[in-house]
């Protein structure tokens, strides 16, 4: 390929990049949503800890698992296999994140903190560019009247 | 400026895994923060769809949260296992989808009116993600996983279960294709000032 074609193409790769899909807060919302509903499936009991030793027989195998090179059930026909046996249940464990998640307000609450913080990193992150227009020419002064229709009420009389 | 991580979005992925699967949901809050984003993106170029591109990343997390009581540390990393799941679920929506027309392309999400450069911008990136979409399904995920979602080679490999020359090739191929397609558009498109 050309080096100026491989350029050109490594400009619109880098222009792409700068400017990734928009993240929508109920799609977010959505997987919060999944994340739940398998936690509490899971009914609360902590699982283990400590990585599990190596070499121990998967518990999840994907369809065609013998040549994936990842163990951890990666395949898109993956199917859950015979499980571990599990652990006897405990109570659930107190520890500061679990006093954090309750000050949150649990999963409504942190769901709407995620949208809130994914949003926010997301332009932070990406979004620079497009609102560049939005901002004042250097030197120059606007406002931004939010109560127009209260001026009456603040006028001298 | 990008904003202060807490403490919880600095820790590393498996911690924030096993965090959850311990019962400490909030860790999956981080987890979603840190990759939702990149997995849509990357579904979002291989398929071109939003919906469906939002139901691969939710059924790529979902077998996440359920695998979390079973992951096993210094096995995988949950990125590249992340990726994989979502690859395999485009591929397979891909060709369910076949034979059929290309999908349109996505409107950019922002259309607020702004300066033609923005506009111009956003064109070309149209314009890259439609020949994207017309190359073979296999150079298309290795030249997006590359160039767009920045990974490595030898991760990649990994991704698409096969060896890195043979990602080197794919992403050669996809290139070239790609600059082939993009070539009559070059004018049009102001690419020389891009």
């Known amino acids: 390929m050309a080096e100026r074609d491989e350029d050109e193409l490594e400009r619109r790769f880098a222009e792409a990049r700068t400017r990734p899909p928009a993240v929508d807060a109920a799609f977010l919302a959505r997987l919060m949503a999944d994340a739940a509903r398998v936690s509490a ?26 040549r994936d090179p990842l163990p951890q059930g990666g395949g898109a026909g993956s199917v859950s296999g015979p499980r571990l046996p599990s652990r006897p249940p405990v109570a659930r464990r107190r520890g500061a994140g679990a006093r954090l998640w309750a000050g949150l307000g649990g999963w409504p609450g942190v769901s709407g903190l995620l949208a809130a913080t994914v ?13 560049r227009g939005l901002a004042a020419p250097a030197g120059s002064e606007e406002t931004l009247d939010l109560l127009a229709a209260a001026d009456g009420y603040f006028e001298d009389s | ?12 992925d498996e911690t924030l895994l096993a965090a959850y699967a311990g019962g400490e949901p909030a860790a999956a809050a981080a987890l979603l923060a840190r990759h939702a984003p990149r997995l ?3 579904a979002l170029r291989m398929l071109r769809d939003r919906a469906e591109a939002e139901d691969v990343v939710q059924e790529a997390m979902l077998r996440l949260w359920r695998q979390a009581p079973d992951w096993r540390t210094g ?8 990726y994989r799941v979502a690859a395999n679920l485009c591929t397979d929506r891909l060709r369910r989808r076949r034979p059929g027309p290309l999908h349109a392309v996505e409107e950019p999400a922002d259309d607020r009116p702004g300066v033609v450069a923005e506009m111009m911008a956003a064109e070309r990136i149209a314009a890259l993600e439609a020949a994207l979409a017309r190359l073979p399904e296999r150079q298309r995920q290795a030249v997006v996983l590359r160039h767009l979602e920045g990974l490595a080679n030898p991760e990649i490999a990994v ?14 191929r996809g290139k070239r294709a790609l600059a082939a397609l993009l070539a ?11």
């Open chain 1, 41 to 66: 499936e899971a009914g609360g009991a902590p699982m283990p800890r400590d990585p599990l030793p190596q070499g121990r027989a998967p518990s999840s195998v994907g369809v065609g698992a013998a």
């Open chain 1, 119 to 131: 949003a926010g990193l997301w332009i932070g992150f990406a979004l620079p560019e497009s609102v």
């Open chain 2, 1 to 12: 400026m990008p904003m202060p991580l807490d403490s919880l979005s600095d820790l590393p």
């Open chain 2, 40 to 42: 849509l993106s990357f």
């Open chain 2, 75 to 82: 096995e995988a990393r949950l990125s590249t296992w992340l």
């Open chain 2, 159 to 172: 991704i698409m279960d096969v060896g890195v020359e043979a990602v080197e090739s794919l992403t050669a």
């Open chain 2, 184 to 194: 009559g558009r070059r004018d049009e498109l102001g690419f020389e000032h891009g």
